[in-house]
């Protein structure tokens, strides 16, 4: 087991930047990119969505999934600016102590550990329900212990092993939306099925704007949660082969992919499906007969529709409880190299593998699953609740800690053409995004005490999370005496991609063959 470089060094009294280059770069570019684009596929998009057009109709579900995206493309070029400059394992959460508050990086790093604790947690329970789709006979904590054990021992073997299983389990799911976009369309025109629906449901009763601005902005609030989990390829720019070609790349694809497949999606669903349909209610994994796909796809005549989603949603849990595993993993560690953690979940193994923090998380990750299953559901639901908003203040951080990463940069006489990658619409889109993820963050729990009578329960439950963060933050201030770092003060030069021996790509200029080509290397 080797000890990890913390390498720090002064330059005018100024605490420097800690080494954290100590894992192996095995991931490709194309793992990359289907790793960004299987992070936000998932239940939420299969199941799930199919609430949002009760609340909101065609119209404001497709509105709020457009602006949804547009969040994402801001989010994503901003995280892309930076992991390309320095591709370290801590992605954002480190970025936050480089660029802004060593007190902001500790609170965000372990409100996103957290959140990707419960939701590995909430996945392996997943998959025992929909095992029980085809098996009811058999207890789903059985098949919780096996896919536990399949994700453990895929994390084990390295990031080369977990990228190439993310990528064929992220293009299971690809395939299916590409499958479902096409019998949609064909089902919407009437050439199957019998009936030419054109835009028919969007005049029918409330639509296409049901409840109104209340209706888009509880389905607004969904749909940026359902796109939480791109951010994943931001982390893995520190096992990345070569992230200042890799992760723009991934980050221009995971855009227009995701957007084109969960707008597309969207779009079809409200145009088949009408929006008062009872069966758009029935949302999780042991309603999988209910998903709004498959409603479509038993329109278009594919009968055995709820078998085929059943085994891609089930491909959809294993990979994300995999992801889950992978992203607190190389969080924990990397906050024990910043001295944030216990010393020991900083080494590494001669693989490269951060063996300690990857077994820690584990026990943890089984700890709440084993509650779900067997302990107080009350209880649990206030620990899945801890985790609320911590996906929406990580992109608030991003794109707060890239308008500091860019001033700084310029303010300390750097060349923007030195950048292997420029986030475009800057800084238009980082406030863009910032005034509406904060807006989110404040609104998300306004059902809870509008409308109807004071839910106290609900209304903490929703917002615990902030006073946990802050709390957290403030705590670190106060212990470590932590200041602002001022943009004439930071560190632009350890582990940069020039430190770390990487090239700029960013003016090369790439054929559509080369690129095509790239995604099977």
């Known amino acids: 087991m080797e000890e990890v470089e913390n390498e720090e060094y002064n330059k005018a009294g100024i605490k420097r930047y800690t080494r954290q280059d100590n894992l192996k770069r095995d991931l ?64 954002f959460n480190s970025f936050a102590e ?13 409100n996103y550990w957290y959140t990707w604790i419960i939701i590995s947690a909430n996945d392996i329970v997943a998959s025992g329900l929909v095992m029980q789709y085809w098996l009811p006979k058999v207890k789903p904590i059985l098949w919780n212990f096996v896919v536990f054990i399949i994700v453990i021992a895929l994390n084990l073997f390295g990031s080369r092993v977990y990228g190439e299983t993310e990528f064929w389990l992220a293009l299971i799911k690809v395939v299916a939306i590409v499958v479902f976009i096409i ?59 070569d992230p200042s070609r890799s992760v723009p790349r991934a980050i221009r694809t995971i855009f227009w992919r ?110 709440f699953f084993l509650i779900s299953l067997i302990g107080n559901q009350t209880i649990y639901s206030w620990f899945v609740a801890l985790s609320g908003v911590s996906g929406t203040l ?33 800084p238009f889109g980082q406030l863009f995004s910032f005034i509406l993820l904060s807006f989110i963050v404040l609104a998300q729990g306004y059902y809870t005490f509008i409308g109807g009578p004071f839910d106290a329960s609900g209304f903490f439950q929703t917002y615990i999370g902030l006073p946990i963060f802050f709390g957290m933050w403030f705590l670190y201030k106060i212990i470590k005496k932590s200041k602002v770092i001022k943009l004439k ?21 790439t054929s559509f063959k080369e690129t095509l080509l790239s995604f099977f290397k």
């Open 394 to 426: 990580s992109w608030i951080t991003i794109v707060f800690t890239h308008f500091r990463f860019r001033r700084g940069y310029i303010l300390q006489g750097y060349n923007i053409d030195d950048l292997p990658y420029l986030a475009p619409f800057y």
């Open 258 to 367: 995701i957007l084109l497949f969960y707008v597309l999606t969207v779009f079809l669903i409200g145009l088949i499906v009408p929006y008062d349909d009872p069966n758009l209610l029935k949302s999780g994994a042991a309603n999988i007969a209910y998903s709004p796909l498959v409603i479509v796809l038993r329109i278009g005549g594919i009968k055995p529709a709820a078998d085929l989603m059943n085994a891609v949603i089930l491909t959809s849990v294993i990979s994300a409880s995999n992801s889950g595993l992978y992203l607190t993993s190389r969080s924990l560690y990397s906050l024990s190299v910043e001295g944030k953690g216990p010393k020991i979940l900083g080494k590494v193994n001669k693989n490269g593998i951060p063996v300690y923090s990857l077994l820690c998380c584990a026990l943890v990750i089984m700890g």
């Open 183 to 241: 019998v949609g369309i064909l089902v919407a025109s009437g050439i199957i099925g019998g009936t030419k629906y054109g835009f028919k449901l969007w005049s029918y009763k409330k639509a296409p704007f049901v409840n109104g601005a209340l209706g888009f902005l509880r389905v607004f609030i969904i749909s940026n949660f359902s796109f939480q989990g791109a951010e994943i390829v931001g982390i893995t720019a520190g096992e990345s082969k």
């Open 98 to 110: 480089r660029f802004v508050d060593p007190a902001l990086s500790f609170a965000v790093a372990y």
């Open 489 to 509: 003060e930071i560190d632009y030069e350890t582990e940069n991609y020039i430190y770390l021996g990487f090239e700029n790509h960013r003016h090369e200029k």
């Open 28 to 91: 490709k570019p194309r793992h990359m990119t289907m790793i960004a684009i299987g992070g936000t596929i998932g239940t939420g998009l299969f199941v799930a969505s199919g609430g949002s057009f009760p609340i909101g109709g065609p119209g404001g579900t497709l509105l709020a999934f457009i602006v949804s995206g547009l969040i994402l493309l801001f989010v994503m070029n901003s995280l892309a600016e930076m992991s390309t400059f320095i591709p370290v394992a801590g992605s």
